[in-house]
């Protein structure tokens, strides 16, 4: 038996998508196995909705504070008490690994000061790039990588920095590249071409949105053709930054919430989906919105994150990366000439990818790790 543990609720909610793809990973992995989703009841609920039709062997189990409580409680109490919940539950079951989706640095170095028996795994999203920028989060990091049995990357990149900078064991890191929709998937939708370039989601300074604004405006200025043959529409609710209001004469802006679903349709209406995140905040973080891209299909168009190079400079590039305004400009220029075959290309690339990163290759990197780690 494996347990899965999310600690997090009104946070989970931005994650559902990789959360479900992980799920549906191991459940394939290790058919023969009972898996445990550990979670509070907002996400049991959450996730058995967005599942659908649940795998055979995938038990979901309410676990940790209750929702009705959880808005009386500091956030890092209510963390690590369901941290500890989930922990306790597994020991209870007897589970030989568990895995933790998600982690506030300062409640797992708490969690940590006791260790478990069982065999625990914890994926890193946005810690280590925060542990590289905040004093005290980078102290707890360090506690962290020494006192975990495993720390999980969802990119070579940043495993490689993580050893590095921090000096993390190496027999602690194991890179699970974050997954993707099936290629099966993905062919489907891929047909229904879009025009243009998108950028949805919410928007704050930390997005980028200023890199895309200012080089929409100096394509406006210098060649106005290339947004006529490549729009740029932004569609999300605007929070801090740059407002795209102030730019309607060179970009579509819808200021909206986006469901799951309209955040699809929205990437699926445009050729690419950029993705102009600040490096400064963003070097060693895996924005979950470069691979539901991905996922309906889309190539991209992204900063030059130390983080995504395996995507942008691998042999089959999946899109293309900047570094400033100008070179984005550059690049949307590129884009509105582009031929009919160097954009098959690329969406060649994209399905190869996801061929490399479904549900079935992800299951295949966890059962090779936990045969691995196991046997030790």
Not at 163 to 178: M, N, W
Not at 321 to 339: K, V, Y
Request: proline share 6%.
């Amino acid at each position: 038996m494996l347990a899965m543990c999310q600690p997090f609720s009104t946070t989970a909610r931005y994650h559902i998508l990789f959360d479900a793809l992980m799920l549906r990973s191991v459940c394939l992995a290790f058919p023969d196995e009972l898996i445990v989703y550990m979670t509070d009841r907002v996400n049991c609920s959450r996730m058995k909705q967005y599942l659908g039709d649940l795998p055979v062997n995938l038990r979901i189990l309410e676990v940790g504070v209750p929702d009705n409580g959880a808005r009386r409680l500091h956030l890092h109490g209510r963390l690590l008490m369901n941290l500890i919940a989930c922990r306790s539950m597994a020991e209870r079951l007897k589970v030989r690994g568990l895995i933790y989706l998600a982690f506030s640095t300062i409640t797992c170095a708490l969690h940590l000061v006791r260790l478990s028996p069982i065999a625990e795994y914890y994926i890193v999203h946005n810690n280590f790039q925060r542990a590289r920028q905040i004093p005290w989060e980078q102290r707890l990091f360090r506690w962290i990588s020494t006192r975990a049995p495993y720390l999980i990357f969802l990119e070579q990149p940043i495993a490689d920095a993580a050893r590095s900078e921090f000096a993390v064991d190496p027999s602690k890191v194991i890179v699970i590249p974050h997954p993707i929709n099936d290629a099966a998937q993905i062919i489907s939708t891929a047909d229904e071409l879009g025009r243009g370039i998108v950028m949805a989601g919410r928007l704050n300074k930390g997005k980028g949105i200023h890199f895309l604004l200012d080089a929409a405006r100096l394509l406006k200025k210098e060649a106005p053709e290339v947004l006529e043959k490549a729009p740029i529409k932004i569609i999300g609710p605007y929070y801090s930054g740059h407002n795209p209001k102030g730019y309607i004469h060179c970009v579509e802006y819808m200021d909206q919430q986006l469901t799951d679903a309209d955040l699809e349709q929205v990437m699926r209406s445009g050729q690419f989906v950029i993705i102009p995140y600040d490096p400064q905040s963003y070097a060693y973080v895996t924005p979950g919105t470069v691979y539901r891209a991905l996922g309906c299909g889309r190539p991209i168009v992204v900063t030059d994150l130390p983080s995504l190079y395996s995507l942008t400079r691998s042999p089959r590039p999946v899109g293309f990366a900047f570094s400033d305004q100008r070179q984005l400009a550059s690049i949307i220029t590129h884009i509105a000439l582009m031929p009919d075959g160097e954009y098959e290309e690329l969406l060649d690339n994209v399905r190869w990818l996801a061929c490399q990163r479904g549900v079935a290759a992800t299951a295949d990197r966890f059962r090779q790790v936990f045969n691995q780690y196991q046997a030790l």
